[in-house]
T-cell receptor
Framework: DAKTTQPPSMDCAEGRAANLPCNHS???????VYWYRQIHSQGPQYIIH???NNETNEMASLIITEDRKSSTLILPHATLRDTAVYYC??????????????FGSGTQLTVLP | GAGVSQSPSNKVTEKGKDVELRCDPI?????LYWYRQSLGQGLEFLIY????????KSGLPSDRFSAERTGGSVSTLTIQRTQQEDSAVYLC???????????????????FGPGTRLTVL
């Protein structure tokens, strides 16, 4: 799986949009971008995934650049409960191995009141 | 619907004792993973079960660690003769992988339980 690079920390004001960047310049054509988050003392939580088109669900939006070398996770109206470590992962769509998750260091997002 | 559940939520044990950690995956999910996470660290893969296939035990750190999955559902992770370095949060995840008609990207999603915090004194 391709390596990802994320800033170690970000702050965001409550009610504002949180934009979390991720670089994945070595991504290959069969790899998806996944985002998970982990709130303190809880297990990781799936947020969203995408291949090349922008995606939106009830939690967030995912914007992937045309060259797919970077992406941005957008939380449109951040709340205090969104404070967590956010992990960007690039994973092949092909099965055949266990496909266990491997998280990097992620971005610690702190939503400020 | 019900998510992944784990028990106990916290376990404190003495060095040298055996412990059993339990995971109840989401009903119908065929894939089950065990990970552990030390304080401030990332996920460390331990073991993976997929249907009736032989489990992938490549992540188990020593032969003191073992896991089983009975009836393709509930899983138990056993740590024998616990050591202080075994202290961590043990996370279980399940995935619908291969259990329905969905895209590969969707069935690679993993749903995590709340974890068991193990402290070895």
């Amino acid at each position: 799986d391709a390596k990802t690079t994320q800033p170690p920390s970000m702050d965001c004001a409550e009610g504002r949009a949180a934009n979390l960047p991720c670089n994945h310049s070595t991504i290959s054509g069969n790899e998806y971008v996944y985002w998970y988050r982990q709130i303190h003392s809880q297990g990781p939580q799936y947020i969203i995934h995408g291949l090349k088109n922008n995606e939106t669900n009830e939690m967030a939006s995912l914007i992937i650049t045309e060259d797919r070398k970077s992406s941005t996770l957008i939380l449109p109206h951040a709340t205090l409960r969104d404070t967590a470590v956010y992990y960007c992962i690039v994973r092949s769509i092909h099965s055949g191995s266990a496909r266990q998750l491997t998280f990097g260091s992620g971005t610690q997002l702190t939503v400020l009141p | 619907g019900a998510g992944v559940s784990q028990s106990p939520s916290n376990k404190v044990t003495e060095k040298g004792k055996d412990v059993e950690l339990r995971c109840d995956p989401i009903s119908g999910h065929t894939a089950l993973y065990w990970y552990r996470q030390s304080l401030g660290q990332g996920l460390e893969f331990l073991i993976y079960f997929q249907g009736n296939s032989a489990p992938d035990k490549s992540g188990l750190p020593s032969d003191r660690f073992s896991a089983e999955r009975t009836g393709g559902s509930v899983s138990t992770l056993t740590i024998q003769r616990t050591q202080q370095e075994d202290s961590a949060v043990y996370l279980c995840a399940s995935s619908p992988r291969g259990s329905g008609r969905m895209s590969i990207a969707e069935y690679n999603e993993q749903f995590f339980g709340p974890g068991t915090r193990l402290t070895v004194l």
